[in-house]
């Protein structure tokens, strides 16, 4: 696949990695619930959207929760465009839903943290 359209990729920079980066997130991002998806968002000056994911082991089975996450992955990969913003998304348990679901609630997510962020006092 070479030319015409860009790639787009999920690789290391788009990635919340360190302990020390989810703190930030859950210490000073905004909170909102989506379906089975809790997101913790929190603007940045990065210029590039990063993505973590908190699945504990009761969502299921490892085959399960990678699936999940592969999907979240994608949704994200596939929404996030050029806005600065780490997202950390912790998910509960359910059963897998479509590629489609999760863009759906992810869209839900980012509509919603705009909106409140719009609407706080800048700090």
């Not at 465009?81 to 590629?99: C, E, F, Q, T």
């Amino acid at each position: 696949m070479t030319g015409g359209a860009a790639r787009h990729r999920f690789g290391k920079g788009s990635r919340i990695a360190s302990k020390h980066e989810f703190a930030r997130v859950f210490d000073h991002g905004k909170v909102v619930v989506r379906g089975p998806l809790k997101a913790i968002g929190l603007a940045t000056d990065l210029g590039r959207p990063r993505l973590g994911i908190v699945m504990p082991r009761r969502v299921g089975l490892a085959t399960r929760r990678n699936r999940i996450k592969r999907l979240i992955r994608e949704a994200f990969r596939l929404r996030a465009g050029n806005s600065a913003i780490d997202l950390v998304v912790v998910v509960r348990p359910h059963a897998p839903m479509k590629l489609a679901d999760y863009r759906h609630l992810l869209e839900g997510i980012y509509e919603r943290l705009e909106r409140e962020w719009r609407s706080s006092p800048a700090s």
